[in-house]
């Protein structure tokens, strides 16, 4: 099993390219995006064969948010928010890009 995602959704969402520390094929990738007029950063990164995924909300060098999820099933976008859902326990991340970045978990 694998998480299921699509590369162009992520890349609308973040703006660009993700970082692949161990190479594409590895399937690990760390996406961030930085909400400049406040300062919060969101970072994600997922390992797609491990089924692993963490989130990160900051502001400057204060974390506000942050979570390791296992058993990860997908990741899908609708062009303004990003849901991670997670298998076991059956639960929903919610991560909103407009019109400010903020996280809402089970939904």
Same mark, same amino acid.
């Given at each position: 099993?694998?998480?299921?995602? #699509? &590369?162009?959704?992520?890349?609308?969402?973040?703006?660009?390219?993700?970082?692949?520390?161990?190479?594409?094929?590895?399937?690990?990738?760390?996406?961030?995006? /930085?909400?400049?007029?406040?300062?919060?950063?969101?970072?994600?990164?997922?390992?797609?064969? &491990?089924?692993? !995924? #963490?989130? !990160? +909300?900051?502001?400057?060098?204060?974390?506000?948010?942050?979570?390791? +999820? &296992?058993?990860?099933?997908?990741?899908?976008?609708?062009? /303004? !928010?990003?849901?991670?859902?997670?298998?076991?326990? #059956?639960?929903?991340?919610?991560?909103?890009?407009?019109?400010?970045?903020?996280?809402?978990?089970?939904?």
């Amino acid at each position: 099993m694998y998480i299921k995602y #699509n &590369e162009y959704e992520l890349f609308e969402l973040f703006e660009s390219e993700p970082i692949t520390p161990s190479g594409k094929e590895a399937g690990q990738f760390i996406y961030s995006k /930085k909400e400049d007029s406040r300062g919060i950063e969101i970072m994600l990164s997922f390992s797609v064969y &491990e089924m692993k !995924c #963490n989130i !990160c +909300l900051s502001a400057g060098a204060q974390v506000i948010f942050e979570a390791t +999820l &296992e058993q990860v099933e997908y990741l899908h976008s609708d062009g /303004k !928010c990003l849901r991670i859902h997670q298998m076991k326990p #059956n639960q929903d991340y919610l991560i909103h890009f407009m019109p400010s970045i903020f996280i809402k978990i089970g939904e």
